[in-house]
């Protein structure tokens, strides 16, 4: 937590707009996040709002972090803005039509996630997921230090998964994408 709390100013930077990044691959994600129809979504870890920003709909973002929801109201005055830990979702089974987490489900330790798509599925219809994939093709998590750009350094929990993972911690679901360097699975 306090790692994305102290990260949220560079956060866009360093991660999507990275310099040495392809913005072709923001382009896919944003091509198909883009094109998921317009619903009621709930934007679990919604961070600095830069995924958020694609989705249709009337939207409700959460995150834990004061910064980072702060950035996103700016960059979604519309949304309605909900400060909240997960996994447990504070609102009423249903809802929304979609329960939405991009690059929040892979920091979650086992019991977490199983709890987190629990409650997505209560809350919502329809689940999807986007999360970072293994480049070797196989599935690791554990902790993983990071380097702010004050030079300090945090460990974080961090999965890179593969589709067939994600899968099958949702129960199944239909591949949106796959790679190369993002899955996103609806479920």
């Known amino acids: 937590m306090d790692y994305y709390e102290r990260r949220a100013a560079e956060y866009d930077a360093t991660s999507w707009d ?18 998921l129809p317009p619903q009621r979504t709930l934007d679990i870890g919604c961070g600095s709002g830069y995924v958020s920003r694609w989705l249709t709909g009337d939207l409700t973002l ?20 909900v400060r909240a830990r997960v996994p447990r ?38 689940v999807v997921i986007l999360e970072q994939v293994a480049p070797d093709g196989r599935f690791r998590e ?23 993972q994600l899968q099958k911690e949702l129960g199944g679901g239909e591949v949106l994408m796959n790679g190369p360097a993002f899955a996103i699975v609806r479920a």
């Open 62 to 81: 959460l995150d834990a972090s004061e910064a980072m929801l702060a950035i996103a109201g700016r960059r979604l005055p519309g949304a309605n803005l």
């Open 18 to 35: 990275h310099p040495e990044g392809d913005p072709r691959l923001a382009e896919s994600v944003r091509s198909i996040v883009a094109s």
């Open 89 to 126: 979702l504070p609102f009423a089974d249903g809802a929304f039509g979609r329960a939405f987490a991009a690059n929040l489900y892979g920091h979650l330790l086992p019991p977490s996630r199983a709890d987190l798509v629990n409650e997505m599925r209560r809350v919502a219809g329809e």
């Open 142 to 164: 554990g902790p993983e230090e990071r380097d702010l750009l004050d030079g300090t350094r945090l460990t974080i929990h961090k999965c890179y998964f593969t589709v067939a």
